[in-house]
């Protein structure tokens, strides 16, 4: 069973340009989860989306970023108009429908955006 | 969310056994204790959760206090490998369905 995928893994993007980052998840899992972690700091949650819905984006930026998660293929955080402070590494993470269990989120390799 | 404290950093000579400490004096009674931990940029790893009782898997044992303010995540032989930064977390049951709150942590270090 795969682990939950990202990619690209490296992404370099000009001041002003588009950043699309993708994460699939775990075979089976429906609940996606992208988090933020800028140079040595800690990790930000940004955005919780099942299936075609978005659970909980309190941590998105309210201005440029956007997630989905659409019925079929990967979930994809989108970064329009990027400027340096973007610059960071996001990880996504996945967890099963069901409730109870471990309560574990399985996380991604993450991928580094960075912003020239 | 309660809040949590933990040490900045730590080390921990390999084969001893790392305790490592974590204060969430604001508890409240329905909220489990997660351990996660971050190796050095990749993404971060389940350890385990508890909520009352003294847990134990094959990575680590977590002790919580009888007044479930402080928690104590032992790790029985650390190895070089165990060097990370490790989060406690506190939050309801089913994180699994919930963001996780991440703190600073504490900076494991196993020295050779």
């Known amino acids: 069973n795969a682990g939950v995928m990202q990619n690209p893994r490296h992404l370099v993007r000009r001041r002003g340009q588009e950043a699309r980052l993708r994460c699939s998840p775990m075979k089976g899992h429906s609940h996606v989860y992208w988090y933020r972690q800028l140079p040595e700091e800690g990790l930000k949650f940004m955005v919780y989306l099942q299936k075609e819905n978005i659970i909980d984006e309190s941590g998105m930026p309210k201005e440029r970023f956007s997630a989905e998660f659409p019925k079929e293929g990967p979930s994809i955080l989108r970064i329009q108009q990027v400027v340096r402070g973007d610059s960071a590494a996001y990880f996504c993470a996945s967890s099963p429908e069901t409730s109870g269990g471990s309560g574990e989120q399985f996380f991604g390799p993450g991928t580094r955006l960075t912003v020239l | 969310d309660a809040k949590t404290t933990q040490p900045t950093s730590m080390d921990c000579a390999e084969g001893r056994a790392a305790n490592l400490p974590c204060n969430h004096s604001t508890i409240s009674g329905n909220e489990y204790v997660y351990w996660y931990r971050q190796i050095h940029s990749q993404g971060p790893q389940y350890i385990i959760h508890g909520l009352k009782n003294n847990e134990t898997n094959e990575m680590a044992s977590l002790i919580i206090t009888e007044d479930r303010k402080s928690s104590t995540l032992i790790l029985p032989h650390a190895t070089l490998r165990d060097t990370a930064v490790y989060y406690c977390?506190?939050?309801?049951?089913?994180?699994?369905?919930?963001?996780?709150?991440f703190g600073s942590g504490t900076r494991l270090q196993v020295q050779p």
């Open positions: 977390i506190v939050g309801k049951g089913d994180t699994g369905r919930r963001a996780l709150t």
